[in-house]
């Protein structure tokens, strides 16, 4: 098997796990860190003896292009809005590309940005080369899973994603990655998708108190995410498609968007013009982001550590209605900081875009083009899953139906 270089464009929480998991790889040779911030990248070099660091804009093509010369593989650790210039340097230097989202990006809405990357399926396929996007957990991990789940049905019918977040520490911090990311997220508009069409809902849509196993009822509201957008893509047959979001922190920023706090018009206070969003940014603690901070705030004590990630896929198979309910293990905030050093969200994110790095380097991709991982084989899909449980993350599948149902007509 050959041995491969590959770069991964930015060195943050994610990018960095990637690389230090490459480093690893016997089949790979070279690990390229590319980061605006060198000293970032640097951090890697001095870690891996595979690594190589590289200061690089991301907004300038022609960067990415020199730094990722040799590459076999470009991993896109950055924020969507960089996705169109990456992917034009991996046409350019006949790389390989993997992305972690396809949005939120600032010009366009989830399906179009989706839609965007999809149009280059042809340059891609045309050059030999594969484009696998939406590779984190969410989107990622779960689209792998409700691919396994819908290939066990004869009909495919739904598929609803359920993302509890419980995590509140006694040190008030409200969200572990971007306040600005977050607000952002949850004040935007969903997108759902009911036969063949996709719906914009407004924020915080037909809340739903969904029973999680183990765990009992939580409050559940739309959400803006790329998984009923690609859902609605590539399973043939799908009915409807939607991503909740619940928890403590989407509680908080819901009370806030209904008294106006998350809005980007300015508000005359006091003969003042404030942005109500800016305001509310400029207030909320940022997210610990290094080892030091992390402790600071778990030192103080957890107010409550609970969380679930449900992906509910029903149709029908031999004839009988099914429900494929399948849940994620993977370690919570402590445990995560604890055994890496970093949060649950760095881990459980970082670890499954990782695992779709590994499917490239071990060459079991054998598409070429542009698609996200639902289109994966399942020979590729048992591979992923199997790993990721040696990494410490699993799936429990329960699946329900009933033994006769009752003939209509």
Known sequence: MMKKTVIVMGTGAQG???????????????????DYDLKAATRYEKMLDKAVAVKVDAHNVDEIVEASRGAWL???????????NVMEAALKNKMHYQDMASGPVEDIDFVGAVKRQLDLDEKFKAA?????????????????????AADKLDVLETIDIYIYDGIWTNRFIPFWWSPETAFGDMAAE???FEKGEYKRV???????????????PRRMVDHEHEEPVTFGLFFTGLKRANF???GPACELAESLYKMGLLGTEPVEVKGVNVVPLDLVCQLTPPAPSDPETIQEALSEGMALEEGASLIRVQGQKNGKSVCIDNY??????????????ITHESFLTGQSAFLFTKLFVNDKINLTGVFPPEVLDAGAIEYYLKEAAGLGITVE???????????TG
């Open 16 to 34: 960095g796990t990637i690389a230090m998991r490459l480093n690893d790889e016997p089949n790979v040779e070279k690990i390229i860190c590319a």
């Open 74 to 84: 470009i991993v896109n650790g950055l924020p969507p809005d960089f996705n169109g």
């Open 128 to 148: 030999g080369l594969s484009a696998l996007i939406n590779t984190g957990s969410a989107p990622g991990l779960v689209n792998v899973i409700a691919r396994n």
């Open 190 to 192: 969903p997108i759902t």
């Open 202 to 216: 407004p924020p915080f849509n037909n809340p739903e108190m969904i029973d999680f196993r183990g765990l009992g």
């Open 244 to 246: 909740k979001y619940g």
């Open 328 to 341: 994620i293990n993977a370690p919570g905030l402590t445990e995560s900081f604890e055994k890496y050093g």
């Open 397 to 407: 599948e329960i699946v329900e139906t009933s033994l006769f149902q009752a003939e």
